[in-house]
């Protein structure tokens, strides 16, 4: 048994760990400024909390609606790399940009250019994933990137703050420095990930009409769904920031939220995505929606700020729990010549329920207190948890 699982970290493709660091490097870039944009924009540009909110709506629905398309497009093309290789390279190109805003005009195009990038490169780098990686093992790849993409999240956020120490709140400073570790991620891409060949699809009609649809069996459309219910009950992390905020924290360390959450993200990511090739999907899930649950509670507790922490810390632990293990189960549920198109119904239907989520939690708050959006995000989760234990022996076999 342990000539079996030894090896398996050896037999991880080089090229996904090529895709693991570009994703760290470009969530270093983005972290550097997306940990510090709201402050910039409410304390240099005058722009309103309300405003501050559209933004961040608009640029995740730009996203989710271009992650439909690119994913299918990959499938029609037959090549994933150069949709990958346009996504990563957009977003290198909105880096400087927010360096040179001097109102909210430039800051709102570039937040549009860098969500359009992600949206392009998501579904067909998830796709490129499962294709490299053999079947047996994609649960640990998934588990790698996700790993390697987060200690990214909580390095950027990390680096913001020191700079912001050592350049005396200089965001412009920031901002341009944030520019280096995207353009090094682009390169890395073009030169590190070779993409195995494969045949275009034998189709020329819409790719995501019904008739190329059909083949989508009952068990994706049961992943999206359960997907779609946990994106839900797992609103925007802001609301952890300014929950966490309330015991005391200082703004100028509210990045420190988001550090504490992808640590714990980073360091179990991998661990669980092995685990997701071992066990049952549908009673690992299960378990990752009990924690959601465990860490809503501790953040709907009022008037103790070390239980907010333990809150933040299982948010973190629920999303390396769930993220990979739900990527390895689209791949597992779709047929391989339309991965793109499932990755990008899977993401749209996600990240659809997370801006619903997101907005119902921003109403939640302001009508009914800090508290309410976790205990209805508690409620959500263990809806979810149910419904996957209810379905765990037919689709775990």
């Avoid at 341009?176 to 045949?199: K, N």
């Avoid at 068990?219 to 309330?246: H, K, M, N, T």
Wanted: aromatic residues 10%.
């Amino acid at each position: 048994m342990s000539t079996d699982s030894q090896p398996q970290r050896e037999r991880i493709p080089r090229a996904i760990w090529a895709l693991g660091f570009v994703s760290l490097l470009m969530d270093v870039s983005s972290e550097l400024i997306h940990s510090l944009l709201p402050v910039f924009l409410f304390t240099s540009l005058g722009v309103s909390a309300f405003a501050i909110g559209l933004l961040e709506g608009a640029a995740e629905a730009t996203a989710l609606i271009v992650k439909v398309f690119s994913g299918a497009l990959s499938d029609w093309w037959g090549r994933r790399k150069p949709l990958a290789v346009l996504g990563y390279g957009l977003g290198a190109a909105s880096k400087p940009l927010f360096a040179m805003a001097g109102g909210l005009g430039l800051v709102v195009a570039a937040r549009l250019i860098d969500r359009v990038g992600k949206g392009i490169r998501g579904a067909p780098r998830d796709a490129l994933v499962a294709d490299i990686t053999p079947a047996e093992i994609r649960g640990a790849a998934f588990g790698l990137r996700q790993a390697l993409d987060t200690v990214g999240a909580f390095l950027g956020p990390l680096a913001a703050m020191g700079l912001m120490l050592a350049w005396a709140d200089d965001f412009r400073a920031v901002f341009w420095v944030a520019s280096i570790p995207a353009f090094l991620a682009v390169a890395l891409l073009v030169v590190g990930v070779r993409e195995p060949a494969r045949p275009a699809a034998p189709w020329r009609s819409n790719p995501i009409s019904r008739e190329r649809l059909r083949p989508l069996s009952g068990d994706y459309w049961w992943v999206v769904g359960i997907g779609a219910i946990v994106a839900l009950a797992r609103f925007s992390e802001a609301f952890l920031v300014l929950r966490v905020q309330q015991g005391g924290l200082p703004l100028a360390f509210a990045p420190m939220v988001l550090i504490v959450m992808n640590v714990v993200y980073a360091a179990t990511a991998f661990p669980f995505g092995r685990l997701s090739d071992r066990m049952p999907h549908g009673l690992l899930l299960a378990w990752g929606l009990l924690v959601l649950v465990a860490a809503d509670a501790a953040l709907a507790w009022d008037g103790h700020a070390a239980v907010a922490w333990l809150g933040v810390m299982l948010w973190g632990l629920h999303m390396a729990m769930t993220q990979g293990l739900l990527a390895a189960m689209v791949a597992d549920a779709a047929p391989a010549d339309l991965r793109g198109t499932a990755y990008g119904m899977f993401n749209l239907a996600s990240g659809v329920m997370m801006l619903a989520g997101s907005a119902l939690a921003g109403l939640l708050w302001d009508r009914l207190g800090a508290a309410s959006p976790f205990f209805t995000g508690g409620v959500f989760s263990a809806l979810a948890c149910l419904l996957v234990l209810a379905r765990r022996p037919a689709a775990d076999g």
